[in-house]
């Protein structure tokens, strides 16, 4: 389990204080890129979600539009990332910079997550992406009470 596995759950269940991130032993962050192209730059990072094996995990890339101006000039991809050193987080924050052509994107370290473990959470699958790719556990498509099984996350 990336998260920290039982000791964290343990930790937190007995009214200890919730895990700060660096006691999990990984570093997750979301790195928040202005693409030169968010769509093709969002395509080539997921191409290969198993790229950097157990060193890093790309969870996805999120074209974002913002409402507020002053972000929509500095931000247009969100790229939530799970790494198992800070080495690592720099290997991947690199692959980003070069994908996007964002020389200094912007990195915001996860310090604590709600809820903990992050794989208790919540998500809603849609039809289309039920029928994109049909997970049994995900049947029938709607409110589900995990987050999806493959997200790097959990």
């Known amino acids: 389990m990336v998260n920290g596995g039982k000791s964290a759950?343990?930790?937190?269940s007995a009214g200890g204080a919730r895990p700060q991130q660096a006691e999990s032993?990984?570093?997750?962050?979301?790195?928040?890129?202005?693409?030169?192209?968010?769509?093709?730059?969002?395509?080539?990072?997921?191409?290969?979600?198993?790229k950097g094996d157990d060193a890093y995990i790309i969870i996805r890339a999120d074209k974002v539009k913002w409402e507020a101006e002053s972000f929509a000039r500095d931000v247009n991809l969100i790229v939530p990332v799970d790494a198992a050193s800070q080495t690592a987080l720099d290997?991947?924050?690199?692959?980003?910079?070069?994908?996007?052509?964002?020389?200094?994107?912007?990195?915001?370290?996860?310090v604590s997550y709600f809820p903990d473990p992050p794989h208790r959470s919540h998500t809603f699958v849609t039809q289309t992406e039920f029928d994109k790719d049909p997970v049994d556990e995900y049947r029938p498509p709607g409110r589900h009470p995990k987050s999806p099984g493959r997200n790097g996350w959990g």
């Open 9 to 12: 759950s343990a930790s937190a």
């Open 91 to 110: 290997t991947v924050v690199q692959i980003i910079r070069d994908a996007s052509g964002d020389r200094s994107p912007t990195v915001a370290k996860v």
């Open 25 to 50: 032993g990984r570093i997750r962050a979301w790195v928040l890129v202005k693409a030169v192209n968010a769509d093709e730059t969002g395509k080539a990072l997921t191409a290969d979600l198993t």
